[in-house]
């Protein structure tokens, strides 16, 4: 098992570039995260996906910020224009779905983040 | 508003000494926790997750515990190795899904 996988690893832009994450969950996994970690603090969550519904993107700011989930399978974050404040790892993560009577339901799997330096 | 908070935010213990990290919460009205390992420039990986009917989970040297009423989790490390040294995170996931992460313990273990 691949594991979720998120590409690019790292990205450096300048400030008021656009930029774009791409996340591809576990197979079967239908909710999806998107998370972004500051220097020194948790993730806090920007948006969650079951299947291709967006349930929860309180946490997006949604002026420059937008993500889609087509298919309900892969994920792209997107960040226009891109702000100083913005740089940080961004982090998916995947879970079957809460209620779910396999094993391992809503236990999360992280990928392993993109890292964004904002110039 | 559910808080997650984690003490130490730093911790440098000997090799071979047990240790325990500690996660608090404001809002018993939990439906799990996990405790998650993260290696720098690395992703989180899931070492732990208690459901809210459990006390405790086990994994190896690894031993998680939860007490919802006192809002309180405990990952107790025995043995500690090198190779233990990762920061430390732990989550609530709540009754709407959200899961709040807290900010983690940096766990250094010398040789």
């Known amino acids: 098992e691949a594991g979720v996988v998120q590409s690019p690893r790292y990205k450096i832009i300048e400030k008021k570039q656009p930029v774009a994450f791409w996340c591809n969950p576990i197979?079967?996994?239908?909710?999806l995260y998107w998370y972004r970690q500051n220097l020194g603090q948790g993730p806090e969550l920007l948006i969650r996906y079951e299947n291709e519904e967006a349930v929860d993107d309180s946490q997006l700011p949604k002026d420059r910020f937008s993500a889609e989930r087509l298919k309900g399978v892969d994920s792209t974050l997107k960040i226009q224009p891109a702000e100083l404040g913005d740089s940080a790892v961004y982090l998916c993560?995947?879970?079957?779905?809460?209620?779910?009577?396999?094993?391992?339901?809503?236990?999360?799997?992280f990928g392993a983040g993109s890292r964004l330096t904002v110039l | 508003k559910q808080e997650v908070t984690q003490i130490p935010a730093a911790l440098s213990v000997p090799e071979g000494e047990n240790l325990v990290l500690n996660c608090s919460f404001t809002?018993?009205?939990?439906?799990?926790l996990q405790w998650f390992r993260q290696d720098p420039g690395k992703g989180l990986t899931s070492l732990l997750l208690?459901?809210?009917?459990?006390r405790e989970q086990t994994s190896g040297r690894l031993n998680a515990s939860l007490d919802k009423s006192s809002g309180r989790s405990t990952l107790y490390i025995a043995a500690s190795q090198p190779g233990d040294s990762a920061t430390y995170l732990c989550?609530?996931?709540?009754?709407?899904?959200?899961?709040?992460f807290g900010k983690g313990t940096r766990l250094h273990i010398l040789p």
């Open positions: 197979s079967g996994h239908n909710t």
């Open positions: 993560a995947s879970s079957l779905e809460r209620g779910s009577s396999t094993s391992g339901a809503n236990v999360l799997t």
């Open positions: 809002d018993s009205a939990i439906y799990n």
């Open positions: 208690i459901q809210s009917s459990q």
């Open positions: 989550a609530v996931s709540l009754g709407d899904d959200k899961i709040i």
